[in-house]
């Protein structure tokens, strides 16, 4: 039989928690030796006092009160301390006191009664809470001073010595194999509880883990009892449901809305059927559209009848995954868009120079026409091209390395020249309103930024001369930049993709203008958005279509914003 010398280790005192099987083990010995103690002291009172045959003295009386004192100190005022030491001085309290307190009265046969079985109490603690060493250690003392008493009594009666000596040997092999048996059994159960207490810890550490990555997920998760309770629901499970304040740990019934029946039913299928369900329902919430919702669910324990299965449900958003499948197809979209326009601007080029030199020879009209139309549609291709290739290679800058620039003197450069090239002077109306404003932006975005939205506000204008205002003003202490037309309301369809690569409502149009604009600004920590609102005062006011630029400190991305290869939808 292999010996185990030491407890299992611990990685330090700290963890003899109040509650550890150790520091109880301990409590309950010291509260044996207050026990023993006692019934000790009452015993030799009683003999001193109303036995005076039994010839016990008051310094044995004083003994026993001794040892009581001494066993209520160590139970009141110590502390256990990490199994495993052969030595140290706590043993010296406890089994050291027990030893010279019961040998004391062994010896002197105080009141003519056998105390030997007083010594099972130390040699079980040192098997229980102390080392291997220590357990058999205390087992040699204790048959060593049995030894003793019996040699010291054979010399007033020798003739029963040999009975004696025989008894002590007995007794001491007996508490040989008892420590020894003893402090297997506490090494193993020492060993098994601290296994236990790091499953323990690493099961809570799971626990929160898991807890943590369901409530961060997009996804929504609730989990079902076969009674349509819901025991737990994320936060995004109880957005869905229409509870987006009802806060952790909080259960409901999947029966107190009607709206939620759906789900309700999908349940009673999983559990009826103990297989995988998914389906594709709809809610309609109190003051809300109809929610279209993809959901899947299982059981817990799907083959076992014995446990309580729970049904956990993975609630999504169709409107939400359609949109991640959309950004999946813009994406793939845009790099093969930029593959494909990097291959096609050299022979574009090409077509362009030898269109500009056969103009030179040309004397018809109609070819001059032709050469024109030439001229126009590969400008229009070289356009799209530059503007997918400035796309897929614009990357997140530096805003605090960009300069700062007047905004109210580049605004009004960019209008007028754009004016001048589109003949469109009558119909723009700028009005600036920030003096002195200056603006983390490199100009060529600006004017970029400012030119896509005067071509597409051009695009929908009106004919009337102010039908496109460009206007700059402080709004709480930050520079905003506004360009009005008076163009048609957008469809709420075209308004929500508004900002969406490769998405116009025209054909001509290759859909990456409005989207320029939106990663110009975010690259340099300002915000890009739309809204309807009336121009103007009076009987000359008339809705028309803003979009507003806000030259604000880095923010987070406006919603739906994406880097080329993550557009969102």
């Excluded at 058999?136 to 019996?150: K, P």
């Amino acid at each position: 039989m292999k010996l185990v010398s030491d407890f299992a280790p611990l990685p330090a005192a700290a963890e003899l928690t109040q509650d550890s099987a150790f520091a109880r083990l301990w409590r309950a010995f010291m509260t044996a030796r207050v026990g023993i103690a006692l019934v000790l002291l009452a015993l030799l009172a009683a003999l001193h006092l109303l036995a005076p045959a039994f010839n016990v003295s008051g310094w044995l009386v004083a003994l026993g009160f001794t040892y009581l004192a001494a066993v209520v100190a160590v139970r009141l005022f110590t502390r256990p301390r990490p199994p495993g030491s052969s030595f140290d001085p706590q043993w010296v309290s406890t089994i050291g006191i027990d030893l010279v307190a019961f040998a004391t009265l062994q010896f002197l046969q105080a009141g003519g009664i056998n105390y030997s079985p007083l010594f099972a109490l130390p040699v079980l603690m040192g098997s229980v809470l102390g080392s291997t060493l220590l357990a058999l250690g205390t087992a040699a003392g204790v048959t060593l001073l049995l030894l003793t008493d019996a040699w010291v009594l054979s010399l007033h009666a020798p003739d029963d010595s040999a009975t004696r000596f025989l008894q002590a040997a007995l007794t001491g092999t007996g508490y040989f194999a008892l420590s020894l048996l003893v402090n297997q059994m506490a090494v193993r159960l020492s060993r098994e509880e601290h296994a236990a207490r790091q499953g323990q810890r690493a099961a809570r550490a799971q626990a929160q883990v898991n807890q943590l990555v369901i409530e961060t997920l997009s996804d929504g998760v609730l989990v079902v009892d076969a009674k349509w309770r819901v025991h737990a629901a994320n936060p995004a499970a109880q957005a869905l449901l229409g509870l987006p304040h009802a806060g952790p740990g909080v259960e409901f019934a999947l029966s107190g809305q009607p709206a939620w029946e759906p789900l309700a039913a999908l349940a009673r299928t999983t559990f009826r059927e103990r297989t995988p369900q998914s389906a594709d329902i709809a809610m309609s919430l109190v003051g809300d559209e109809t929610r279209r919702l993809h959901v899947r669910s299982r059981l817990t324990n799907p083959d076992s009848s014995q446990f309580a299965s729970l049904c956990v449900m993975f609630v999504q958003d169709l409107r939400e995954l359609e949109g991640r499948l959309r950004t999946e197809k813009l994406a793939a979209m845009g790099r093969m868009s930029a593959a494909v326009a990097h291959e096609i601007r050299n022979p574009l080029a090409a077509i362009a120079q030898a269109n500009a030199l056969m103009d030179e020879d040309l004397r018809e009209p109609a070819l001059r026409q032709l050469s024109a139309l030439v001229r126009k549609n590969t400008q229009r291709l070289a356009q799209i091209v530059d503007e997918i290739l400035n796309v897929a290679q614009n990357q997140p800058g530096d805003r605090a390395a960009a300069p700062r620039m007047e905004l109210d003197p580049a605004v009004a450069g960019v209008c007028g020249d754009w004016a001048m090239q589109t003949r469109s002077s009558e119909r723009l109306q700028v009005a600036l309103g920030a003096p002195g404003a200056r603006v983390r932006f490199e100009a060529p975005h600006l004017r970029r930024v400012l030119v896509n939205l005067l071509d597409n506000a051009l695009r929908y204008a009106g004919g009337q001369p102010d039908s496109i205002r460009v206007a700059t003003a402080l709004a709480e202490g930050q520079p905003v930049l506004t360009v009005w037309s008076d163009g048609a309301p957008l469809s709420a369809s075209v308004e929500q993709r508004l900002f969406e690569p490769f998405f116009s409502s025209e054909s001509r149009s290759s859909g990456l203008g409005l989207y320029i604009c939106r990663e110009l600004c975010e690259r340099h920590g300002a915000a890009i958005g739309y809204r309807r609102r009336a121009a103007g005062s009076g009987a000359h006011a008339r809705e028309g279509n803003e979009f507003f630029v806000s030259f604000g400190p880095a923010r987070s991305k406006l919603a739906g914003a994406a880097p080329f290869d993550t557009m969102a939808a």
